[in-house]
């Protein structure tokens, strides 16, 4: 197979097939939606013995337990992905949303509408959910969508894209709508970046070492998650129970979450307040505090933090913690050493609050709640394809809107300009 | 000079001014305006003499008429300088706004907020009036820029350069919030548009040659303008009148305007009606005409399109008009050679309007109007960086409100994730 002549034909029936669903009806998306999530209950076992198949090459090929965790798929597994499918047919339809149309002096109308990016490229790991997932997402948007899986997951993915293209059909919609990337040479992926004629965006979503290497390759915008090395900032003026309660949730609720506070920062002149109740919580969950000079004088327990330790996303029970003299320096560590993925300030103080609001360049800046909230769910998005740390077209947790653009609408009735 | 470590200075020198002007006040951005604008005029004499000097090297070159011409500073010019200054520090700020809060069923409110990109690299021609135009965007919008303007115009660019600094620091924001790019060597573009760790956007104003280059090598998001191939189209519905006024203005008020339409769709119906007036018209002012078999056969002066004609962005006195079968023909036409800028439907029935509105894949879509009105002036933006051609992040002509992003804000009083 020439993997050059597959993927330009992968790409330009994709562009052929958004062309159609651009005028895609609200009731055409859905029908093919419900289909899909209905022929996913009815192939249960079918999808589960192709999983079987995918399980039983990974373990000969030695893969690791955790990935072996994510590839497999059980009844439940099946049922949920039905759900998830079933919940994104529920959605508002964003496309054809008109806003902001408003007369100018010249007498036009000129406003935006909400239209589909065109086609999205996916690449993620062997996780078969995400297979069903990001097709849902996608048409739903009235994108085609470009999909390439781990290869250790083929034979699950091949049989989920049957029953796309059967619900597509079903709905008297193009079955390249979805198209699954059918060979596992990983040439693929190479192609799937550099085709900026018929890609519009790449969505990468696996971890940070396959999103740094596409990012060093990719010739198409793409909507990039790094890493999650978020804060929590005990201003002088926090509240000592919600300082307690933010940090718990924030670094405890869930170590391995990308939304998870790695790292801790606390005014000086309340530390020595703050952090022996704190400290006392976390070396009662288990969590390793590595401090600065300060910290440690204060907490008999903490390691000395080194320099990279401010960088680090642990993903782990493990949490770095720093003194700082205010909120100046409270800001300009965290610019400096974050990922922009989400920080709290935990303050009474107003203008503090919103100054840190506005100074912190991260894609999600709270006050007073925990960093474990900055989700698509938790936003009221109804769903997320991923969670940007980039600045450019979406920031932070992505849903429907994130895969659609605004162009401009011109209504006018023979005006010409003066 | 090492032009490497030059350009990491800049970068990290834009990078720290960022995180100033993030917090800048809206009276701070507009002082440094006012005195901008202020001296400006004050040394009028001073940047026509730095002109001059530019102008004798770039003749002494050998630099071609048109050139020379755009190159050049008169008094005229550097009042209309001063003026766009003062126009841009009368804008609304976009920075700071807050939309969309709502209360979550979990307690949080959730919404966005509107802050800066960060750093913003332009890249221009050899335009005087376009580093003041760009330095006043990017500070009012809260960004700092690195501008790289055509290295004939440096002795011009260095003493507007030096009044930009005098500006902020009288305002007292830093100096480095602008930053002139302060050689002529080439090699300084090529590591601005990799500057991925300091520079958040680059956005290129000059013609398709230098934005292709680019292209081909950046490694930072860039918005982008290529080509402005538009198209009217006159739907079997088109009110005659309407038709001849919007071709008449689309294709005549100015040949060298990317908003100008380039070629014409008529459906079959109608062809023989609408056209011949439309050709008097044409004919009259001088336009070639180039057609299809059908139009050539309804248009005597018509002379035989080639396939190349339908792709091409004249800028100039030639026309391509091509019969098509309906509005099916005509959205699939414009899609496929269109270069997604502007295009237009001349018609009274409001279905086929609504299909042209959706399914046209360009940044501006207009019913009944001319493609001239496609301009951040008549949009109602106030100003305008340039005129995106691609989807991700900003479409169509970009105002301030483009060289921004929107973050998320969740304000909470202690909660926590269940």
Known sequence: MDIKQYMQDVGRRARAASRRLAGATTAEKNAALLQLANAIRR??????????????????????????????????????MAEGVEQVAALADPIGEMTDIKFRPSGIQVGKMRVPLGVIGIIYE??????????????????????????????????????????????????????????????????????????????????????ARLLAEARVPMIQHLDGNCHVYLEEDADPNKALRIVENSKTQRYGTCNTTESLLVDRSVAAMLLPPIA????????????????????????????????????????????????????????????????????????KAMRFLREVDSASVMINASTRFADGFEYGLGAEIGISTDKIHARGPVGLDGLTSQKWVVLGDGHVRA
């Open 43 to 80: 192939d249960k076992a079918a999808l589960i013995a192709a999983n079987a198949l995918d399980l039983a090459a990974a373990r000969a090929a030695g893969l690791e337990a955790a990935l072996l965790d994510r590839l497999a798929l059980s009844e439940k597994g099946v049922d949920s």
């Open 126 to 211: 062997a996780r078969p959910n995400v297979t069903a997932d990001a097709a849902a997402l996608c048409l739903k948007s009235g994108n085609a969508a470009i999909l390439r899986g781990g290869s250790e997951a083929i034979n699950c993915n091949r049989a989920i894209a049957a029953l796309v293209h059967e619900a597509l059909q079903a709905a008297g919609l193009p079955a390249d709508s979805v198209q699954v990337i059918d060979t596992t040479d990983r040439a693929a992926v190479g192609e799937l970046i550099t085709l900026r004629e018929f890609v519009d965006v790449i969505v990468p979503r696996g971890g940070k070492g396959l999103i």
């Open 280 to 351: 006392h919580m976390l070396t009662g969950k288990g969590v390793e505090i590595r401090g600065c000079a300060e910290t440690c004088a204060i907490l008999p327990n903490a390691v000395a933090a080194t320099e990279e330790d401010y960088y680090t996303e642990y993903l782990a029970p493990i949490i770095s913690i720093k003194v700082v003299s205010g909120i100046d320096e409270a800001i300009a560590h965290i610019n400096q050493y974050s990922s922009h993925h989400t920080e709290a300030i935990v303050t009474d103080n107003h203008p």
